[in-house]
Structure formats: C-alpha cells, structure tokens
C-alpha cells in the first residue's frame, strides 16, 4: 500500500445530509476509497459531531431543513478547532448564484448533486489537498450582502416564532394558574363539610356505648385521610396564593428560635413514633424582622422534607450562624440524600425526585408522597424575606444514606437589604 493511500485511511469524512439514501450512497464510495465515513442528519448533530471527532474534511448538503447547510458552514466557522476545516457544499441547487453563496458562506468548494460516485474520491482528495474555490472579487460585496440580509430576515422570522410561542406559553402558564386557584376554591368549601362532619361522626362513634372497634378503625382512617386531603389543598391554595405575586410578607420582629421551635412542635409526633431526633442547636438564635406564619410554612416544609427522606431512627439537626447582618440556618437529615443533577430541580413546582409511584400516601411515612410543592413555597417565602435557600448533598443513596443540608439565608431585617442582595 502507497503512502499516499495510508494518508488516506486515516483522513476522517463528515457527511452531514438528512436524505438517508444520499447518505448510504456517499459513504459506501468513500469507505470503498478507503476513508473513516461519519454521518449526521441535521446541522446541529453535524456540529457537534464535528467538534468531537474533527474530521479532516467536511461534506455538507446545503439545503436542510430548519439549520440550512450554509447557516451551519458559518456557524463552523467560529467553532473553536474548526475554523480551518475543509467544508464542501454538496447541492442540487445548481442555479446561478448558489455556488458564490454556499463559498460567501463559509465553505471551500461545491460539489454539485447528483453525485457523481466515480468523480468523488478525486474531488474529495483535491480538497484535502488543498484545493480552496474562491468567489470572484468584483461579485464578493454582493453575495456579501444578500447573505447578511438572508440571515437578518431568518432571525426576524425566528424571533417573531418564538414571541408567539412564547405568548401561548404564557398563557397557557396563566390558565393553569387560574385552573389551580378556581379548583382549590372551590373544593376548599365541600372540604370544610367533610371534615366537620368526619369528625362529628367520630365524636359519635366514640361517645356510643358498646361502640364497635372497626367502625372506631374505619372513623380514624377517615380522619386520616381527610387530613391528608386538607394538607394537599392548604400546599396547591399556598402556593396559587405565592405564585400569583400575592406575597408579600407581613414583616414583625421574631425570635427566629421560636419560629422554629414551632415548625419542629408540629411533627414532634410523626418523629417519636419514627424514632428520628430532633435536635436544635446553639444558643445564639437572633432575632429577624420576618411573617411568623410564612416562615413557619417554610421551616416547616424543609423539615417536614428532612423527616420525609430520612429513614427511621434517623436524626435531623437544626443550627443557626450569624454572618454580619444575615443568619444562616442549617437543617441538616440523615437521609437519603439528593443527586447533585437534581438539586436545582428540586426548587421547581410540581418536582419530585424518585419514582412518584413509589410515593406511599402518607406525607409523613419513609419517602411519603408529595405534590412536588413544599421546596417551591418555601423558596419563593424566603426569597420574599430576601433570603436564599439552596442544598448541599453528596448524592441519593438510599442504603447508604449520605444525607442533605439545607441551607436558609435570611437577612436580620428585610426592609434594609436589597433584592438579591443575600450572599455567604
Ligand atoms: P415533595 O412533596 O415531593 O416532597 P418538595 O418540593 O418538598 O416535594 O421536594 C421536592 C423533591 O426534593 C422531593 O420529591 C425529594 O425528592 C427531594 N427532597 C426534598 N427534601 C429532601 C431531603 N431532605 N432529602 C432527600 N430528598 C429531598
């Protein structure tokens, strides 16, 4: 075997073409004239493929849809390590112009369509050669120029699509809204009578003599899950109320200790019967001008997340440190923890992590079941506080247990920090 042909193994061609049989076509001739052949379907795999394996020379069919070949021979051009690779511009659009405008673009050549198969490989050995075709110079300020112009008037098209899909975005985002807020209304009214009468019911069954023991069972599992209905409606009419801009915080001087306090008071009992600790540290607690009834939701929903994820017999500690006019609050549990890909995530409405049908439907059982909600609220109260919420885990494991640390910034007094202003 010649050099030359050794050479020629080892060139790698690009052919990006989104006909499939063109592309079965180019690279059985190619790989029959001894080169590596890889192929893309649309300009953008092209382009990353490209940025990838850099291929010696690249083919390039013109006219895709969506990203046009001449768009992404421009767009190679300011690629980092392929600004100098061969691009040639393979067309069936042979009318006058085509060609100038397909060089104007960023490519070297232009091989016309239908292909001719014997001519390829020498066309394709000429431009790894070297070989670069040019536009006239007298023609170059006018391909220039109606080039500039095409591209101006794609974006304008392009802009004007995704204004429009942005608007019916936006308001499919506000029918949903509105959808959230009527329906949680209005079942918030039959809510209020089921729950009085659940527990008139009870009240009864209990006060009967010889009352019999499963309909006292059959009451408390309807206490139970009307319970838990009440606290899925008081988490989707939450945050209807924060997501339609409503909050803003009724700002009083608190002890940030009792806030606390009063969060971990309200599932003392779901964690002694789970045997997780609780504990509360450090005795240099501020005092914060904040909503006591927001930041009790928000508290209240990081821990009842660090009882929801941690195992039982597991532990959750809470501390507090000043930093100049700021307090940090640290919850951190001993449970499952949280997969870094996943923790910006997790801020967002409506996401849960892990396999929702898994979700048993006790909020507070091991894993229980949620809407995806309660990290959303409490991001947005924070945030209207000023304040900054965000997670440290190693990862989710749920044998091992690596746990999460959440973390709560919150200014000593709002009204004097600026927006955003909250930094460690
Ligand atoms: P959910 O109602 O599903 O708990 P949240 O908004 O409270 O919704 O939390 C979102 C997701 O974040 C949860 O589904 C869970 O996967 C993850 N997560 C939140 N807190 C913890 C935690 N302390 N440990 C592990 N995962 C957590």
Redesign the pocket.
């Known amino acids: 075997m010649s050099a030359q042909q050794d050479e020629k193994k080892v060139s790698t061609i690009l052919y990006i073409e989104d006909d499939p049989s063109s592309r079965r076509l180019v690279q059985r001739v190619l790989e029959g004239a001894g080169y590596r052949v890889l192929l893309a379907s649309n300009g953008l795999d092209g382009i990353a493929l490209a940025q990838r394996e850099r291929p010696s020379l690249i083919l390039m069919d013109i006219n895709m849809p969506n990203f046009s070949g001449d768009m992404v021979a421009t767009r190679m051009r300011i690629t980092p390590g392929l600004e100098h690779t061969p691009i040639i511009a393979v067309t069936a659009l042979t009318q006058p112009g085509y060609r100038e405008r397909a060089l104007i673009a960023g490519c070297d050549g232009y091989i016309p369509k239908p292909i001719d198969i014997d001519a390829l490989p020498c066309q394709v050995e000429e431009y790894l050669g070297g070989r670069r075709d040019e536009v006239k110079s007298e023609e170059a300020g006018r391909y220039y120029t109606e080039y500039s112009q095409a591209l101006v008037r794609r974006l304008e098209t392009k802009i004007r699509e995704l204004e429009e899909a942005n608007r019916e975005l936006r308001l499919l985002d506000k029918m949903k809204g509105d959808f959230i807020t009527l329906t949680s209304h209005e079942l918030r009214t039959p809510f209020t009578l089921v729950y009085g009468y659940s527990r008139l019911l009870q009240d009864a069954i209990e006060g009967a003599t010889n009352t019999d023991t499963e309909l006292v069972d059959l009451a408390s599992s309807l206490i139970s899950a009307v319970d838990r209905l009440g606290e899925v409606l008081n988490e989707i009419l939450d945050l209807a109320r924060i997501a339609s801009g409503k909050i803003s915080p009724a700002l009083i001087p608190l002890e940030l200790h009792r806030v606390v306090e009063q969060a971990i008071a309200k599932v003392r009992v779901v964690a002694s019967d789970r045997e997780v600790a609780i504990d509360l540290l450090g005795d240099d607690w501020p005092q914060v001008w904040a909503d006591p009834i927001e930041l009790q939701v928000a508290f209240g929903?990081?821990l009842?997340?660090?009882l929801?994820?941690?195992p039982d017999g597991g532990r959750v500690t809470i501390s507090a440190a000043r930093h100049g006019e700021y307090v940090e609050v640290a919850i951190t549990?001993t449970?499952?923890?949280?997969d870094p890909d996943?923790q910006q995530f997790?801020?967002e409405t409506f996401?849960?992590?892990?396999n929702t049908e898994f979700?048993t439907t006790s909020k507070t059982a091991f894993k229980g079941?949620?809407?995806?909600?309660?990290?959303?609220i409490a991001k947005r109260v924070i945030e209207a506080h000023k304040g900054r919420i965000w997670?440290e885990?190693l990862g989710?494991d749920e044998d091992r247990c690596p746990g999460?640390t959440?973390h709560v910034l919150l200014s000593l007094d709002p009204r004097q920090a600026d927006d955003g202003q909250a930094k460690t």
Do not use: M, P, Q
Request: charged letters at 10%.
């Open positions: 929903n990081i009842g997340n660090a929801k994820y941690t549990d449970g499952i923890g949280i996943e997790i801020f996401y849960t992590s892990g979700h079941g949620g809407l995806g909600l309660g990290l959303a997670v885990s989710r999460s959440f």
